[in-house]
């Protein structure tokens, strides 16, 4: 009766390990992504990232994001919370690529290590067999940003509804942003197609010499007829200078006309009031939420995408606005009831 | 006697900071006389120079104490934030007294941290320059409201931001500023005593001056002044972002340097750091207008600073010599 009690016995294990095993199996991996981001609490688009990363948690209970950031826009800092972040060991990392010198070997290292890296917001702008081999990019597209904003500009001129492009100020608050280059050159070059030129103005960030610099160049320039903000925020400083000099910056047939990439409850009542022409939103939304699936897929399924994901540039304007209005509210707390900054 | 006069004229610390102005305005006579002779782009240059020369007189009492305040720029924003945010709950009047107690609180911890803590004032107003500008993201979460209409139209915001007898209230009050604490700097004893420490620290303790009593007057009065700029700016333009008061502390510096202040104490004017602040400002306001690229502006403001200092050196030797 040995080899009946050994029979019950391997069973009983066998059993066991079978149970075991069925455990495992239906337990779902564990994942921690990481978003390593030049946007700070000092930017309110941070929130849109936020936001789509806790959907993001709430859809898939097995990962953990994590969302680190420097307030100073600062490549080194950058650089830096991006070596922590690999020292750390994730799943996956999501960066922008703010500058592509700087973080290339930071980036390979992780992808050497094993660690899947996607890149947001900002891209690696070169051809895609020399950039650094990230698994995709998802954002908007800077250079189209400026031109799909161009391009709009001239089919609203041909409609009658505000000047043609004649002389663009681009008004950079940061000169050493290689994204704010891409957005002055593609609306320089969409409006070159009109005869228009285009200055690359740098404003500062702070409102005092943004306001001083903007007047300067306005004073000696009185042909430019439009100005592209970097940030909706920018846009009231330059309606009022604009206005200040005579320059009718309202949305109409003749004068001054003002332009935004960003939009946040200032952009919204600029655009309601008729102050604001066009704000462009990138799909920030959809660049806190995208990276994450494709880490997750790749992880789960072995799936890479094979081309960049776009999510922007999205144009809002009056026809638009009121499906912005509750984002707004969500990330911002108000929506286009803020109409102080352009008073 | 003549040569006598102009060799106590040059003596003066501002005495570079007057030439470097004649020139500017001989220079930019020829170059644009126009454009820079308009009324709205002296206008302009005058409204960010005082706003700019408020926070440099600042910078220069702390500077002739021997110390260097980097925060400016910061405590400028925390101020200007503080006025518009607390300006719901407080009122005009609360909301500007709140804001400047905080201005004043920076300048006191600090002077404390340097005195106390016998740190280098470099590296307390450094970490104070991050600190402080944390907190504006903190305190903000990034978006800052502007001033509702009826606190716009509230006397003491037309005081303070509108305009007094034509010309705008900022460029009267930092005006005003300069003459008051000028006469404060050469007429009083808080001048004797601030030049003294400033000059030699030991031989100002040895003729029974309380040196540490002097800079913390020196750092408060700096952050008061750079809080009273933020309420100058926002009570004429009270749209603002966090961004408020961004890399100021380094042109609020250079200001001071260029206006005669020496780095090693104990010389500077207060009239010098006004006459900095129309320099930089002016330079870079005619350098856009000229058509040159922006973004050289900031290369200018280091080629100027060193000009400026080479300068007064040589004026200081010069004078010296004459003497």
């Keep these: 009766m040995k080899w009946l009690a050994s029979i019950k016995t391997g069973l009983a294990i066998a059993g066991i390990a079978l149970t075991a095993t069925t455990a495992v199996a239906q337990e779902p991996e564990e994942y921690r992504f990481v978003m390593v981001s030049h946007i700070g609490s000092n930017d309110p688009n941070m929130k849109w990232l936020t936001m789509a990363m806790e959907e993001f948690e709430k859809k898939y209970p097995n990962v953990t994001t994590e969302y680190v950031s420097s307030n100073q826009y600062s490549v080194q800092e950058l650089v830096r919370l991006l070596d922590q972040t690999i020292a750390s060991r994730p799943d996956g990392i999501a960066v922008p690529i703010v500058s592509r010198d700087a973080l290339e070997g930071p980036i390979r290292r992780a992808i050497d290590s094993g660690i899947p890296v996607v890149a947001f917001n900002i891209p690696d702008s070169r051809p895609e067999r020399e950039r650094i081999p990230y698994m995709t990019y998802v954002g908007g597209d800077e250079y189209l940003t400026g031109y799909k904003t161009g391009q709009y500009a001239i089919e609203k001129a041909e409609a009658g509804e505000v000047p043609m492009p004649e002389h663009v100020v681009c008004a950079m608050i940061a000169a050493e942003h290689e994204g704010l280059r891409e957005r002055c050159r593609g609306i320089e070059e969409a409006v070159a197609e009109v005869g228009a030129t285009t200055e690359y103005l740098f404003t500062g960030a702070d409102p005092a010499t943004f306001r001083s610099n903007l007047q300067a160049y306005l004073s000696s320039h009185p042909e430019s007829n439009y100005i592209l903000n970097m940030g909706d925020f920018t846009a009231p400083w330059s309606w009022q200078v604009a206005n200040e000099l005579g320059m009718s910056p309202d949305v109409d047939d003749e004068g001054m006309t003002i332009l935004a990439v960003g939009i946040g409850p200032i952009g919204l009542s600029g655009l309601k009031e008729g102050h604001l022409l066009v704000a462009s939103e990138q799909g920030f939304w959809l660049q806190g939420y995208i990276p994450f699936e494709w880490l997750y897929w790749y992880h789960e399924l072995g799936y890479e995408a094979q081309s960049d994901i776009i999510t922007g540039p999205i144009m809002v304007d009056t026809t638009n606005i009121e499906k912005f209005d509750p984002l707004s509210k969500a990330v911002f707390g108000s929506g286009s009831e803020d109409s102080s900054a352009w008073q | ?323």
């Design chain 2, 1 to 323: 006697m003549i040569t006598l006069n102009t060799s106590a004229f040059a003596r003066r610390p501002d005495f570079g900071a007057i030439v470097g102005v004649i020139m500017m305005f001989a220079v930019f006579s020829l170059i644009d006389f126009s454009g820079w002779w308009s009324g709205s782009t002296l206008g302009n240059i005058l409204q960010f120079t005082a706003i700019l020369g408020c926070m440099s007189i600042g910078q220069a009492i702390v500077i002739m104490a021997k110390e260097i305040d980097l925060s400016v720029g910061s405590v400028y924003g925390l101020t200007g934030i503080a006025f518009i945010t607390l300006e719901a709950d407080l009122g005009v009047p609360g909301a500007i007294i709140a804001a400047m107690a905080i201005a004043g609180g920076i300048g006191f911890l600090q002077a404390m941290a340097v005195i106390k803590g016998k740190i280098p004032s470099m590296i307390v107003t450094l970490g104070g320059l991050f600190a402080v500008r944390g907190l504006i993201y903190v305190w903000t979460g990034g978006s800052v409201r502007s001033l509702p209409a009826e606190s716009r139209a509230h006397w003491l915001t037309q005081l303070f931001g509108g305009e007094l007898f034509g010309i705008e209230a900022a460029i009267l009050w930092t005006a005003g500023l300069m003459v008051v604490l000028s006469l404060v700097i050469w007429r009083m004893k808080f001048g004797n005593r601030l030049l003294a420490t400033g000059g030699d620290e030991n031989t100002a303790l040895s003729q029974g001056i309380r040196t540490d009593r002097v800079k913390i007057r020196a750092f408060v009065l700096c952050s008061l002044l750079a809080g009273f700029a933020a309420i100058l700016t926002l009570a004429d333009k009270p749209q603002t972002h966090v961004t408020l008061g961004d890399l100021m502390e380094l042109e609020a510096i250079a200001a001071a340097v260029i206006g005669g202040c020496l780095l090693s104490g104990g010389r500077g004017s207060l009239l010098g750091a006004v006459l900095g602040a129309f320099i930089i400002t002016g330079v870079r306001y005619e350098l856009i207008s000229l058509g040159a690229p922006a973004s050289w502006y900031i290369s200018f403001v280091g080629l100027v600073l060193i000009v400026a200092l080479i300068f007064n050196q040589s004026l200081i030797r010069w004078a010296g010599n004459r003497a």
